[in-house]
């Protein structure tokens, strides 16, 4: 496959969309940094996680650890004190009157796409690449097709410099991302999620289950189990 020259900036929180996500950018630039936001979310066990799952990308996949550049770590505790939500209190898990998950953090993505965008400026990367998805989500407003289109444009012109977006997952299902993990890595990418991403919700780790560490019944758990289920169930 042709490597793209361009240095991509993967924003990357330690669970498993943005872990495909990293390993679908290593496999195609030549330089991939990566960027984290510290929400003082309620998971924020996913903060340590992301260490170590770069770290084994680097160890188990040699032809990728010369592209795996920087970490940038930015904290946004402004954002959870603006946020009255499940994920950044404790709080149930729950509908609210508008449809939308009380797990919805307004702006977030909003937000980090933009950080992320003065960030790759500075280090003279073209290319953001995101976890979002429109396919098996919960229904976030700023995981939309349209919304990231149009933040590329706001954030191409607001820079004087062409920025991409990038969202790889956008329009698979949760089955489609193990598989794309598959593809990109074999059973040993897909075997490293398993063992050292980190999607939950509550931020528990337990008892490891046949998808991954996670309490299984939050909405992210539940997520991850049944595109799992429906994977295993195409082999």
């Known amino acids: 496959m042709h490597t793209d020259p ?26 991939v940094e990566t960027i984290g936001f510290d929400y003082r979310q309620r998971h924020r066990i996913e903060l ?8 084994e ?31 950044t209190s ?7 009157a508008n449809g939308l998950p009380n797990t919805f953090v307004p ?29 098996d989500y919960s229904g976030y407003p700023d995981c939309r097709d349209n919304t990231l289109k149009a933040q590329q444009l706001a ?12 969202t790889p997952l956008m329009f698979l299902t949760k089955a489609d991302t193990w ?10 990418l897909n075997e490293l999620i398993r063992e050292h991403t980190h999607t939950c919700y509550l931020g528990e780790r337990g008892p490891r289950h046949e998808w991954g560490f996670g309490c299984g019944h939050c909405p992210a758990c539940e997520l991850r189990a049944a595109g799992h289920a429906a994977y295993q169930q195409g082999l």
Do not use: K
């Open 107 to 135: 702006g977030r993505n909003l937000l980090f796409l933009t950080l992320a965008a003065t960030v790759a400026y500075r280090r003279s990367a073209s290319v953001l690449v995101g976890g979002m998805c429109e396919t």
């Open 6 to 31: 361009r240095t991509a900036l993967v924003l990357f929180s330690g669970g498993q969309d943005s872990t495909v996500c990293l390993a679908w950018a290593l496999n195609r630039f030549a330089r």
């Open 48 to 55: 340590d996680c992301r260490l170590t799952v770069r770290a």
């Open 179 to 188: 598989a794309l993990s598959e593809q990109l890595g074999g059973e040993l």
């Open 57 to 87: 990308i680097a160890r188990q996949f040699p032809q990728w650890a010369p592209r795996m550049g920087e970490d940038h770590l930015l904290d946004l505790a402004l954002l959870g004190q603006l946020s009255d939500t499940a994920l």
């Open 90 to 96: 404790e709080r149930a898990i729950e509908l609210q």
């Open 155 to 166: 954030l191409s012109l607001g820079l004087a410099t062409p920025m991409t977006v990038e």
